[in-house]
Nanobody, 119 residues
Framework: QVQLVESGGGLVQAGGSLRLSCAAS????????MGWYRQAPGKQREFVAA??????DYADSVKGRFTISRDNVKNTVYLQLNSLKPEDTAVYYC??????????????WGQGTQVTVSS
């Protein structure tokens, strides 16, 4: 059993910043992928950022404003959100691909954390 727990969402004014965290726990042998997605009301879930061993990838809409980082010791991924815009308002979900101690591959989602940016 593995799970992701997110934190750090909230309400912020346009131009402000937030830092999201996502901690993985459970029967973890290795984490092969960690990333963030978001879903705004009435829209499909979309990719935001991801980090694999040594490289990060971003959606064009957040490049230069968001930064993803990972702490392999803590099994935690972070998303620093700067220069926030009202269109960044969404529920942000953490996603990970985890190999368990039982040698099973699991794609896991967090419960989501709300980010609201006021104009």
């Amino acid at each position: 059993q593995v799970q992701l727990v997110e934190s750090g969402g909230g309400l912020v004014q346009a131009g402000g910043s937030l830092r999201l965290s996502c901690a993985a726990s459970g029967s973890i042998f290795s984490i092969n992928f960690m990333g963030w997605y978001r879903q705004a009301p009435g829209k499909q879930r979309e990719f935001v950022a991801a980090v694999t061993s040594g490289s990060a990838d971003y959606a064009d809409s957040v490049k230069g404003r968001f930064t993803i980082s990972r702490d392999n010791v803590k099994n935690t991924v972070y998303l620093q959100l700067n220069s926030l815009k009202p269109e960044d308002t969404a529920v942000y979900y953490c996603n990970a691909v985890i190999t368990t101690n039982q040698a099973m591959s699991r794609k896991v989602w967090g419960q989501g954390t709300q980010v609201t940016v006021s104009s």
